[in-house]
C-alpha cells in the first residue's frame, strides 16, 4: 500500500505532534462546569505500533498530574485523573471505543495498566512512563498493518483543567521515537495557544467511501477560525461555536481528497478582547456517522493544495 510505505518513512510520536502545533492535550475534572471547554472529562487515543517494530515500548505522560504551573485551577487544585491503557483483542474494533463519548464498551480490550494522579509534584512539568510492552499485546490492525493500544484519560473527581502530552518511545529515559509509529483520536480535547500569531493544525484521514463530512466543535468561545485546506481545497472557512455550544458545519469531499488527510487550520481570533486559556473540543464523521481518525501524522504527509486537482477543464 502506498500510504502505509509513506507513513512508515516517518517518525514522529509526540502527541500533539510537532507539526499540529496544539500546546497540550486537556481533561477537566468531572465537577467542572462545562463552559470551561470539555465537554465530558474524557479522552481516549490509541497508538499504533508498525509489524516491522519488535522490540518492547513505552507510553510517556508528560505532566500527568493536576497542580502547578501548566494547569487551569478553579479555585484550588482538587482534581484527580486516571490513565488506563488497554491492549489486546477489541482494544480498538467496538463502536464504542470508536466514538467520542465515555458510554458503553468504551473501555474494551485487556487493561494493562491503571494510575492515578492529584496533586503530585514529582510528576508536575515531568514525565510518567507505562510500560515496558511487547508490540504483539496490541490489537493486530490488517489495513494500518500494526498494532493498536488504546489510553484512556478521565477526570474523575474535581473541577480543575489538566494539561498534559504524551509521547510513544522506545526508551523509558530517553524519548525515542518508533520509526513508522503513529497515534489517532476521533475526536480532540486541547488547549488553544494564547498567541494570535500561532496556527494550529488537526489532521483528519478521508478514506475512500467519504463522500461528506461534518465538522463537530464545542465551546470555540468564537475564537477565530476554522479553515480547511486539502490537495483539492486551497482555502475553505467552516463554522466555530460560541461559548457553552456545539455547532455542526457539513461540507462535500471533493475530487483528489479521498485516501488523504485534510488540514484543519485554527487560526486564533486577533482582535481585542484576546480570548486566553481556551479549550476546545472537535470531531469530524462522514455521511454515516462514523467519526474519522485525527492522525498526529498526517496519513500521506501534510497536505498541500495542488491547482490542477481541484480544477477540472472546461471542455
Same mark, same amino acid.
Given at each position: 500500500m502506498i500510504l502505509i510505505t509513506c507513513?512508515?518513512?516517518i517518525m514522529a510520536q509526540p502527541v500533539p505532534a510537532y507539526d499540529e502545533n496544539i500546546p497540550y492535550l486537556m481533561t477537566f475534572g468531572n465537577e467542572a462546569e462545562l463552559h470551561w471547554g470539555d465537554d465530558d472529562f474524557s479522552q481516549t487515543f490509541f497508538f499504533l505500533v508498525p509489524k516491522e517494530y519488535t522490540d518492547p515500548f513505552y507510553i510517556k505522560v508528560w505532566d500527568p498530574d493536576c497542580g502547578g504551573e501548566h494547569d487551569e485551577v478553579n /479555585?484550588?487544585?482538587?482534581?484527580?485523573?486516571?490513565y488506563e491503557i488497554f491492549g489486546g483483542e477489541d482494544c480498538h474494533e467496538p463502536d464504542d471505543a470508536k466514538g467520542i463519548d465515555p458510554v458503553g464498551d468504551y473501555k474494551s480490550g485487556n487493561l494493562m495498566d491503571f494510575k492515578a494522579f492529584a496533586v503530585d509534584?514529582?510528576?508536575d512539568n515531568n514525565w510518567y512512563t507505562f510500560g515496558p510492552y511487547n508490540p504483539t499485546e496490541g490489537e493486530w490492525h490488517e489495513y494500518w498493518q500494526g498494532y493498536i493500544f488504546k489510553i484512556i484519560v478521565?477526570?474523575?473527581?474535581g473541577n480543575d483543567g489538566n494539561m498534559y502530552r504524551f509521547y510513544l518511545t522506545t526508551d523509558a529515559e530517553i524519548n525515542r521515537d518508533i520509526e513508522? /509509529?503513529?497515534?489517532f483520536a476521533y475526536e480532540y480535547s486541547f488547549r488553544m495557544h494564547n498567541n494570535p500569531n500561532e496556527i494550529s493544525h488537526i489532521y483528519p484521514f478521508v478514506d475512500d467511501k467519504t463522500v461528506s463530512v461534518k465538522q463537530m466543535?464545542?465551546?470555540w468561545d468564537n475564537d477565530g477560525i476554522i479553515r480547511v485546506v486539502s490537495v483539492a481545497r486551497q482555502s475553505q472557512i467552516t463554522?466555530?461555536?460560541g461559548d457553552n455550544e456545539w455547532v455542526e458545519d457539513e461540507f462535500q469531499i471533493l475530487e483528489g481528497e479521498k485516501n488523504t488527510s485534510l488540514d484543519l487550520q485554527l487560526h486564533k481570533r486577533k482582535h481585542n478582547p484576546l480570548v486566553r486559556n481556551n479549550n476546545v473540543v472537535i470531531n469530524v464523521r462522514n455521511q454515516y456517522d462514523e467519526?474519522?481518525?485525527?492522525f498526529v501524522l498526517p496519513i500521506g504527509g501534510v497536505p498541500k493544495y495542488k491547482y490542477s486537482i481541484g480544477v477540472k477543464q472546461n471542455k
Amino acid at each position: 500500500m502506498i500510504l502505509i510505505t509513506c507513513r512508515l518513512s516517518i517518525m514522529a510520536q509526540p502527541v500533539p505532534a510537532y507539526d499540529e502545533n496544539i500546546p497540550y492535550l486537556m481533561t477537566f475534572g468531572n465537577e467542572a462546569e462545562l463552559h470551561w471547554g470539555d465537554d465530558d472529562f474524557s479522552q481516549t487515543f490509541f497508538f499504533l505500533v508498525p509489524k516491522e517494530y519488535t522490540d518492547p515500548f513505552y507510553i510517556k505522560v508528560w505532566d500527568p498530574d493536576c497542580g502547578g504551573e501548566h494547569d487551569e485551577v478553579n /479555585g484550588v487544585f482538587d482534581t484527580r485523573t486516571t490513565y488506563e491503557i488497554f491492549g489486546g483483542e477489541d482494544c480498538h474494533e467496538p463502536d464504542d471505543a470508536k466514538g467520542i463519548d465515555p458510554v458503553g464498551d468504551y473501555k474494551s480490550g485487556n487493561l494493562m495498566d491503571f494510575k492515578a494522579f492529584a496533586v503530585d509534584p514529582e510528576y508536575d512539568n515531568n514525565w510518567y512512563t507505562f510500560g515496558p510492552y511487547n508490540p504483539t499485546e496490541g490489537e493486530w490492525h490488517e489495513y494500518w498493518q500494526g498494532y493498536i493500544f488504546k489510553i484512556i484519560v478521565e477526570g474523575v473527581e474535581g473541577n480543575d483543567g489538566n494539561m498534559y502530552r504524551f509521547y510513544l518511545t522506545t526508551d523509558a529515559e530517553i524519548n525515542r521515537d518508533i520509526e513508522g /509509529g503513529n497515534a489517532f483520536a476521533y475526536e480532540y480535547s486541547f488547549r488553544m495557544h494564547n498567541n494570535p500569531n500561532e496556527i494550529s493544525h488537526i489532521y483528519p484521514f478521508v478514506d475512500d467511501k467519504t463522500v461528506s463530512v461534518k465538522q463537530m466543535n464545542w465551546d470555540w468561545d468564537n475564537d477565530g477560525i476554522i479553515r480547511v485546506v486539502s490537495v483539492a481545497r486551497q482555502s475553505q472557512i467552516t463554522k466555530v461555536s460560541g461559548d457553552n455550544e456545539w455547532v455542526e458545519d457539513e461540507f462535500q469531499i471533493l475530487e483528489g481528497e479521498k485516501n488523504t488527510s485534510l488540514d484543519l487550520q485554527l487560526h486564533k481570533r486577533k482582535h481585542n478582547p484576546l480570548v486566553r486559556n481556551n479549550n476546545v473540543v472537535i470531531n469530524v464523521r462522514n455521511q454515516y456517522d462514523e467519526f474519522l481518525q485525527f492522525f498526529v501524522l498526517p496519513i500521506g504527509g501534510v497536505p498541500k493544495y495542488k491547482y490542477s486537482i481541484g480544477v477540472k477543464q472546461n471542455k
